[in-house]
């Protein structure tokens, strides 16, 4: 028997590139059971477009309507609280799939022990014009980390790197029973993948199964920049503030994680997670002062099980 797949589109405003995205849902190998939508109050000729679509489509499409707008990640739990298939796709309103995208993620999906998974996304840019590079080799996502979530320990990855592109997500329909409604804070795409790394597998497929298309008004973008750009903004950043964003944050995971059944040893790497924050937000505001507590951690191996490794080191050492 097929599963039934629905998808979850968030839309706000995005009359420009949807009619490129809908019709490479009716060409999917593997159809959708379903289309759901949650328009958040768009002012464009999206509802229009949506409408026209769902008068000659090959699969029902339900459309929600935001009265005013909640913002990306409140849509993306409305659309995905509506959806009634056994599996959930999610995707953006400017992007294009591949045909082949459902067929890869229900295979992988089938699975019993699996959650969750997500792809790689070839990089585009508003022409669908590759730029050359994924998304994966564009978040540094190695080989060694793909082999974690092969092996099942996908979770020691995500507390240190958010390799997950939302508009590359599937996941069973169990996972919104325990993974909703996503925090404050949180992006949905990093919210969904630690839930379902708590609770079961999350795979990778390596593969890029969506054009994900770069233009002016992405909330989220994908270009490359040069690592000198990336140093420069990251000692711009407040550390004090930075932290305490981080710690609120993780904190809120750890407690939605009391309320589910999760492994003593999640809970361990929760705690050693918030713990490594802390410490590193308690350093001395004197940069060299920073030196001990940062040779402490990492030879306490923190930096290497909870954060970015040398990248987190000198932005310890250096930011203000």
């Known amino acids: 028997m097929k599963p039934c797949f629905s998808i979850a589109l968030t839309v706000c405003d995005g009359a420009q590139y949807l009619p490129e995205l809908l019709d490479s849902f009716v060409e999917q190998q593997l159809q959708p059971c379903e289309l759901v939508v949650s328009d ?7 509802l229009e477009i949506i409408e026209r679509f769902a008068l000659d489509s090959p699969f029902p499409v339900r459309v929600l309507r935001n009265r005013s707008r909640l913002g990306v990640i409140d849509n993306f739990s409305r659309s995905i609280s509506a959806c009634t298939g056994d599996y959930i796709a999610l995707a953006d309103q400017d992007d294009v799939w591949r045909s082949d995208k459902l067929a890869c993620l229900a295979e992988e999906l089938d699975k019993s022990n699996v959650l969750a998974v997500f792809s790689d996304a070839e990089v585009v840019d508003a022409t669908l014009k590759p ?35 939302g508009a590359t997500l599937a996941f069973k329909a169990d996972l919104k029973e325990v993974a909703l409604p996503i925090p404050n804070g949180w992006d949905h795409d990093a919210w969904l993948a630690l839930i379902a790394a708590s609770q079961g597998q999350i795979l990778a497929i390596n593969k ?12 989220v973008g994908g270009l490359r920049r040069s690592l000198w750009s990336q140093v420069n903004e990251a000692l711009k950043i407040d550390r004090g503030e930075w932290y305490r964003k981080e710690i609120e944050l993780w904190s809120a995971l750890d407690k939605h994680m009391e309320t589910l059944r999760i492994s003593e040893s999640v809970t361990t ?25 940062v040779v402490r951690e990492l030879a306490a191996g923190r930096y290497r099980l909870y954060a970015r490794n040398w990248g987190s080191v000198v932005f310890d050492l250096l930011a203000r």
């Not at 958040?40 to 999206?46: G, P, T, W």
């Not at 979530?149 to 990855?157: H, M, P």
């Not at 890029?208 to 909330?219: C, D, G, K, S």
């Not at 050693?272 to 940069?287: C, G, M, Q, T």
């Open 40 to 46: 958040d109050a768009s002012r464009d000729d999206s």
């Open 269 to 293: 790497l929760l705690s050693e997670k918030i713990d490594h924050l802390e410490s590193r937000a308690n350093f001395p505001v004197v940069r060299w002062r920073r030196v001990p507590g």
């Open 208 to 219: 890029p199964l969506i054009a994900y298309r770069q233009h002016e008004e992405n909330v």
């Open 131 to 165: 730029f050359g590079y994924t998304m994966w080799q564009r978040v540094r996502f190695t080989p060694e980390e793909q082999d974690s979530f092969a092996n099942g320990t996908g979770l020691s990855v995500l507390l240190k790197h958010r390799v997950v592109t």
